[in-house]
């Protein structure tokens, strides 16, 4: 399929779910905002499961290059600068949306029953936490690194989660701030861990 039409059939999906909620979007309702036959959708997608699928995909690239694009524009290769980078990321302009987050909620809920749904959840988050363990495994011992990894990985799906349950929306800056608050406590444990030590050492 031509980019620009998977593109303009993606964002029909993501305003339709916005709009209707999962179960009352339909392949009429997305072909109709899209501009084209519902066949269509059909064909290349195989129906509205591909379609939440590929809409997904598209989604975490973009979540992906967010990150990706903080990353190689850091000044240097400190382990707490590439972990606000990552949080930063997560709360990036592509990923908190109206349309977007209610694509998320429809997406995890989905994930619960439709295995190639689970399969790409599961992939996104042993990303998240993969790239936070290496980053913390710089700063801490093996299992604190992977306590702190697990530990600011949830931070950052409930913060995203109550923002986008909440009626107001979310606070970008609040929820970064919070989860930078938990990164440096994790952080500061290793400062502590060597203080004790020597301590002892003497």
Same mark, same amino acid.
């Given at each position: ?26 392949? *009429?309702?997305?072909? !109709?905002? +899209?501009?084209? #036959?519902?066949?269509?959708?059909? %064909?290349?997608?195989?129906?509205? &499961? @591909? ?15 967010? *990150?990706?694009?903080? !990353?190689? +524009?850091?000044? #240097?290769?400190?382990?707490?600068? %590439?972990?606000?980078?990552?949080? &930063? @990321? ?113």
């Amino acid at each position: 399929m031509e980019p620009i039409r998977r593109r303009q059939l993606i964002k029909a999906t993501m305003e339709a779910i916005d709009e209707a909620g999962l179960a009352d979007t339909t392949i *009429v309702r997305i072909a !109709r905002r +899209a501009g084209v #036959s519902a066949g269509i959708i059909s %064909h290349y997608f195989g129906g509205k &499961d @591909g379609l939440l699928e590929a809409t997904m995909r598209q989604i975490l690239s973009d979540l992906g290059e967010a *990150v990706t694009r903080r !990353r190689q +524009a850091l000044p #240097s290769d400190s382990p707490r600068d %590439h972990l606000r980078a990552i949080i &930063d @990321g997560n709360f990036d302009r592509s990923q908190v949306s109206q349309s977007v987050m209610k694509t998320w909620l429809a997406f995890w809920a989905s994930s619960m029953h439709k295995r190639d749904l689970q399969r790409l959840q599961h992939v996104n988050d042993r990303r998240l936490y993969s790239n936070l363990c290496h980053q913390f495994r710089h700063c801490l011992a093996k299992e604190e690194a992977r306590q702190a990894a697990r530990g600011l990985a949830a931070m950052i799906d409930g913060l995203w989660l109550r923002g986008a349950m909440a009626p107001e929306g979310l606070d970008v800056d609040r929820a970064r701030g919070l989860a930078y608050d938990y990164l440096d406590t994790q952080l500061a444990r290793r400062t502590t861990t060597r203080q004790t030590t020597v301590t002892t050492n003497d």
